[in-house]
C-alpha cells in the first residue's frame, strides 16, 4: 500500500519561508516522479511543482517560480518543497502525489496522494 506522508506546514507571515517534506513507502519511489499541488479555501486544487527520478527534471506552475524550490532524496524516499518569499495567495493544503513521469504529474495523472499539510500566510 502507497504512502505519501506530508509534514512541515505551519503559519508563517509574509515574506517568510517554510519547508514542506513528504515521506514515501510502500514502493520503489526513486524510479517515479513526485510532486506538490495546493488546494485554497474555495478553489480547485492546482499544481505547485514536480521533479523527475533523478532529480535532474524539475517544473514549476508560474506563481511559485523563482520562490519555490522542490528536491528530492531518494535514499530517504522523501521530496521537499522549500518556500521563500511566501505571501497569503500561497496559503492552502499542500498535497504530495507520486507518477510515473513529472510531466504527468504535472498533469495530475497520477493515482496517489497524500492527506495534505496546511500552510497559512498572515499578511
Given at each position: 500500500?502507497?504512502?505519501?506522508?506530508?509534514?512541515?506546514?505551519?503559519?508563517?507571515?509574509?515574506?517568510?519561508s517554510l519547508r514542506?517534506?513528504?515521506?514515501?513507502?510502500?514502493?520503489?519511489?526513486?524510479?517515479?516522479?513526485?510532486?506538490?499541488?495546493?488546494?485554497?479555501?474555495?478553489?480547485?486544487?492546482?499544481?505547485?511543482?514536480?521533479?523527475?527520478?533523478?532529480?535532474?527534471?524539475?517544473?514549476?506552475?508560474?506563481?511559485?517560480?523563482?520562490?519555490?524550490?522542490?528536491?528530492?532524496?531518494?535514499?530517504?524516499?522523501?521530496?521537499?518543497?522549500?518556500?521563500?518569499?511566501?505571501?497569503?495567495?500561497?496559503?492552502?493544503?499542500?498535497?504530495?502525489?507520486?507518477?510515473?513521469?513529472?510531466?504527468?504529474?504535472?498533469?495530475?495523472?497520477?493515482?496517489?496522494?497524500?492527506?495534505?499539510?496546511?500552510?497559512?500566510?498572515?499578511?
Amino acid at each position: 500500500q502507497v504512502q505519501l506522508v506530508e509534514s512541515g506546514g505551519g503559519l508563517v507571515q509574509a515574506g517568510g519561508s517554510l519547508r514542506l517534506s513528504c515521506a514515501a513507502s510502500g514502493g520503489t519511489f526513486s524510479i517515479y516522479a513526485m510532486g506538490w499541488f495546493r488546494q485554497a479555501p474555495g478553489k480547485e486544487r492546482e499544481f505547485v511543482a514536480a521533479i523527475n527520478w533523478s532529480g535532474g527534471r524539475t517544473v514549476y506552475a508560474d506563481s511559485v517560480k523563482g520562490r519555490f524550490t522542490i528536491s528530492r532524496e531518494n535514499a530517504k524516499n522523501t521530496v521537499y518543497l522549500q518556500m521563500n518569499s511566501l505571501k497569503p495567495e500561497d496559503t492552502a493544503v499542500y498535497y504530495c502525489t507520486v507518477g510515473s513521469d513529472y510531466l504527468r504529474v504535472q498533469a495530475a495523472r497520477v493515482d496517489y496522494w497524500g492527506k495534505g499539510t496546511l500552510v497559512t500566510v498572515s499578511s
